[in-house]
């Protein structure tokens, strides 16, 4: 690694660090205003200096007379509180969905008949019953299940064609449910789902989610498939290593290498996202603070340029932060 | 046509239905109250606020069709027992679902929320806004692209790609943000009209018509140009490079032929392929972009046509325009294949 190789990624990481003290501890920092206060004398005042006897607004005020500096830090929170889970959530239903269907194909995984159809209908049943007894006590009867499926499992068994094992085609399902995701560009679909939903946190990490398992999916899937036909994975087969063991202990530390790459880049991603629907006023609820929404008001106040520097400056280095954590060279 | 296209027709089809159905079914049954048009409900609301206001409401459920079932089968409370679990209930063919897919299935897309103007002129007039700045941007950047992939010097292209790589993750309204902040503010450079269309005088000669509309079209192309061409010149670098390590150009290097003419005479024509699968997702992605493009700069067109219906939860709007970009998406495919038989003789049907 070259000097200034190292002096970007030390950069990059002590950037994102402040990122992160900042959004965990914004409620107990000394800023003059609160994120909801509404200056009403100061509206949309460029950046002021801050003078010992009254707080200025240093980095301006937007058309509410909200305060930019406080606005902002408070955005750093809602970007890391949406973009970190959804990054996790997604990367976790990547990598599960995409080194199964990797690993086993579309004929590697096999199950009895009998135990397929004993899920499928416990699965069909739990899907009808739930909603009906959702919130009473009666769900209790569901309890009911996993006994009804493990009895007809070993009671379909008993047939004989039930008890031969069929192929699960993992990887066309796989296929399919990518093809589904899409079907439609990412931020049309965000931006649907989004609109759809009540807006809020929790909605917009799932939908975000739910929107980007794909890529990390497609990868891993194609890494896994790369990694199981090496010849090491043979030898530890021949020692009799169970299947799931050999997934998760062998193959996967191997496969890994490229989603460590993605995974900032999906942060990044994400964090654009997020703030393209506050921008385009969808997704939070508008009294959320985030980048997006800061960066909008400049549409009320064209000239108000601090509107829209400071938020860009923030969305710049973070962004070039993570991609400078993607492209380091792992040694 | 080959096989290969109708595999991707016969699995799109379905599944962009999928996509459009969920979407449905959730605007309707998550989305407790639409915002119907309100103002009859609240001038009679002024009168007596409770019981011709719910009337009123329910005229109004009853004339978008709002209070039949949702799907073929829903849960329903029982009207006798309140308490009483929950049941599923069969529907048959009266509920919304089933009117919703034969309105579709006669092109008809139904009424906005919003103005209640039809669905369909609301989008055709936004598509004719907004198609001009979407097949101009694909094909600027396409041509950038081949332009920076084949033609770049080898020194600059480490430089080239670094800049590419950081364009290419910055969001697109950043990216529109800047241009306007820059090019377009009396503070700045005011270079370029920031906000609309233009007023075009009728009176005014052809090409003062066409200048007036270019200039106004100027930045935000620019802004699709500047976020799509980094993927497209990098995905083509890449082809390229990998062409160019093959052993066929290493034969044409030793016959004596200059490193520019191996890569644009037999390298280009190996790369085309992968390229041409990323520029498949090129016109819907562009369509996407509209939507913050065209809302950054206050053009009517398709993508504000989406962000306001979404931002509004005007779901005919917003539903009839994701069939539209799945339709496009479609046609972005058959174009690509067509595309494909062009480049590489091997893939067309034997004659």
Not at chain 1, 109 to 124: I, M, N, Q, Y
Not at chain 1, 187 to 216: D, I
Not at chain 2, 237 to 247: M, P, R
């Amino acid at each position: 690694m070259t000097r200034a190789r190292r002096w970007g990624a030390g950069l990059a990481l002590t950037w994102l660090l402040l990122l992160l003290a900042v959004a965990l501890t914004v409620p107990y920092l000394p800023l003059a205003f609160s994120p909801d206060t509404v200056d009403l004398t100061n509206i949309a005042m460029p950046p002021q200096v801050s003078q010992f006897s009254h707080p200025g607004h240093l980095l301006g005020t937007d058309p509410y007379g909200r305060d930019v500096l406080t606005a902002l830090l408070y955005g750093t929170r809602t970007a890391l509180l949406v973009s970190l889970p959804a990054a996790l959530l997604a990367a976790l239903a990547g990598i599960s969905s995409g080194s199964s269907a990797g690993f086993w194909g579309n004929s590697g995984l096999r199950v009895k008949t009998g135990w397929l159809v004993a899920a499928g209908a416990a699965v069909l049943f739990t899907l009808a019953a739930l909603p009906c007894y959702w919130g009473s006590y009666r769900m209790l009867y569901l309890l009911a299940i996993p006994t009804g499926f493990f009895m007809v499992g070993g009671i379909l068994l008993q047939v004989k064609r039930l008890s031969a094992p069929v192929p699960i085609p993992l990887d066309s399902l796989l296929q399919a449910c990518i093809t589904l995701v899409s079907s439609i560009p990412r931020l049309v679909l965000v931006l649907a789902l989004a609109a759809v939903v009540e807006p809020s946190l929790p909605t917009l990490v799932l939908v975000l989610a739910l929107s980007s398992w794909v890529g990390t999916a497609r990868l891993v899937r194609a890494e896994v498939a790369r990694v199981r036909q090496l010849p090491y994975l043979e030898a530890a087969r021949a020692a009799g290593i169970p299947e799931l063991r050999l997934l998760v202990r062998h193959v996967l530390p191997n496969a890994l290498r490229p989603v460590k790459t993605s995974f900032p880049l999906s942060i990044a991603g994400l964090i654009g996202l997020e703030t393209t629907l506050s921008f385009l006023g969808v997704g939070l609820p508008p009294e959320v603070p985030s980048w997006g929404r800061t960066l909008a008001l400049v549409r009320l106040t064209p000239t108000a340029w601090w509107l829209v520097v400071f938020p860009v400056l923030l969305i710049l280095l973070t962004t070039l932060a993570l991609q400078q954590l993607a492209s380091r060279p792992r040694g | 046509m080959g096989i290969y296209l109708w595999r991707r027709v016969v699995v799109l089809v379905p599944t962009a239905w999928l996509v459009l159905s969920l979407i449905f079914l959730l605007s309707r049954g998550l989305g407790a109250a639409p915002p119907l048009p309100s103002l009859e409900a609240d001038a009679i609301g002024l009168t007596d606020p409770t019981s011709q206001r719910r009337a009123t409401e329910q005229r109004m459920r009853h004339r978008y069709g709002l209070d039949a079932p949702l799907f073929y089968i829903t849960l329903e409370r029982s009207y006798l027992n309140p308490n009483a679990a929950r049941r599923w209930q069969w529907h048959g063919t009266a509920n919304q679902y089933h009117s919703w897919v034969k309105q579709l299935s006669r092109g008809d897309f139904g009424f906005s929320y919003r103005d209640s103007k039809p669905v369909t002129s609301v989008l055709l007039d936004s598509l004719r806004h907004t198609l001009p700045l979407t097949v101009g941007a694909a094909v600027l950047a396409t041509t950038l692209a081949l332009a920076l992939g084949v033609f770049t010097r080898p020194r600059w292209q480490a430089a080239l790609r670094s800049i590419l790589s950081l364009l290419d993750i910055l969001p697109l309204f950043v990216v529109a943000l800047l241009l306007l902040l820059l090019l377009a503010n009396p503070d700045v450079l005011a270079w370029f009209p920031a906000y609309g269309e233009g007023r075009i005088a009728t009176e005014a000669v052809w090409w003062q018509q066409l200048g007036t509309y270019l200039y106004y079209l100027a930045l935000p192309l620019a802004c699709l140009v500047l976020v799509t061409t980094p993927g497209l010149a990098l995905q083509l670098d890449a082809a390229l490079q990998h062409e160019l390590g093959q052993a066929y150009a290493t034969t044409a290097r030793a016959k004596g032929l200059s490193t520019s003419r191996v890569q644009q005479k037999h390298a280009l024509r190996n790369a085309w392929l992968p390229f041409l699968t990323v520029l498949a997702e090129l016109l819907p992605a562009l369509v996407a972009g509209t939507v913050v493009v065209e809302t950054v700069f206050a053009r009517p067109g398709m993508g504000r046509a989406l962000a306001e219906a979404a931002a509004a939860r005007d779901f005919p709007v917003l539903l009839a325009g994701v069939l539209l970009l799945a339709t496009i998406r479609l046609a972005a495919y058959i174009l690509t294949d067509w595309l494909y038989q062009l480049a590489d003789p091997r893939l067309r049907p034997a004659s």
